[in-house]
């Protein structure tokens, strides 16, 4: 019965090359391993750069669910070293919250400060995004953009979320006035660092 063939997880393979689906197997196995942790170690790099959570409040308690709360996050501005800003967002709990399919309200509140020596490191244009995150499973989001009153050399960020139909009139808006700190020297126009 030489040349005969039998199936092993629906696959032919012939008696005369025993292991050979041994082998496959091994090989897709650690395909899947390199590929699992290939998306592990790029899902911890997106989570590093994320905003820093400062602290929690419940708002609304809930008997078997997660509560209502409000979360405060700190950011750097991505572009402008000596700048940060923290935003205030409602986090919905109960069944959905823990899913983490709830939608999200809009009342985010925003103060930025100048917090060291401000330092440029790239232009950037009027109204460029410093932070994007999602607030409801597909298409809410939330945005912090910046700007530049180059007449008072003043950064000037604002918090608004979008959808893709229809967007929401609420936002918040913060002021860095750009100052001289210590003797860190020449203080940077911001109008300079402006693309045309």
């Known amino acids: 019965m030489a040349g005969l063939?039998?199936?092993?997880?629906?696959?032919?393979?012939?008696?005369?090359?025993?292991?050979?689906?041994?082998?496959?197997?091994?090989?897709?196995?650690?395909?899947?391993?390199?590929?699992?942790?290939?998306?592990?170690?790029?899902?911890?790099?997106?989570?590093?750069?994320?905003?820093?959570?400062?602290?929690?409040?419940?708002?609304?308690?809930?008997?078997?669910?997660?509560?209502?709360?409000?979360?405060?996050?700190?950011?750097d501005d991505p572009l402008i070293e000596g700048v940060a800003c923290w935003y205030t967002v409602p986090e919905r709990g109960g069944l959905a919250g823990a899913f983490g399919v709830a939608e999200e309200v809009s009342d985010i509140s925003l103060a930025c400060r100048q917090h060291g020596p401000v330092r440029f490191t790239g232009k950037s244009e009027q109204g460029d995004v410093v932070f994007r995150e999602r607030r409801s499973l597909v298409f809410k989001k939330m945005q912090i953009v910046r700007g530049c009153d180059a007449k008072r050399n003043t950064l000037v960020y604002m918090v608004y979320t979008d959808r893709l139909i229809e967007?929401?009139?609420?936002?918040?808006?913060?002021?860095?006035?750009?100052?001289?700190?210590?003797?860190?020297?020449?203080?940077?126009?911001?109008?300079?660092?402006?693309?045309?």
Not at 37 to 52: F, I, K, Q, Y
Not at 180 to 191: I, L, V
């Open 167 to 196: 967007g929401s009139p609420k936002n918040s808006t913060s002021t860095v006035p750009i100052m001289p700190w210590g003797g860190a020297g020449d203080t940077p126009k911001c109008a300079d660092w402006i693309k045309d």
């Open 5 to 75: 063939s039998i199936f092993s997880r629906g696959l032919a393979s012939p008696i005369s090359e025993p292991g050979r689906g041994d082998e496959i197997e091994m090989m897709r196995n650690s395909s899947f391993a390199v590929i699992a942790l290939s998306l592990l170690a790029v899902t911890g790099a997106m989570a590093s750069e994320g905003p820093d959570l400062i602290f929690r409040k419940s708002t609304v308690f809930k008997l078997l669910t997660p509560n209502d709360k409000l979360a405060t996050y700190g950011i």
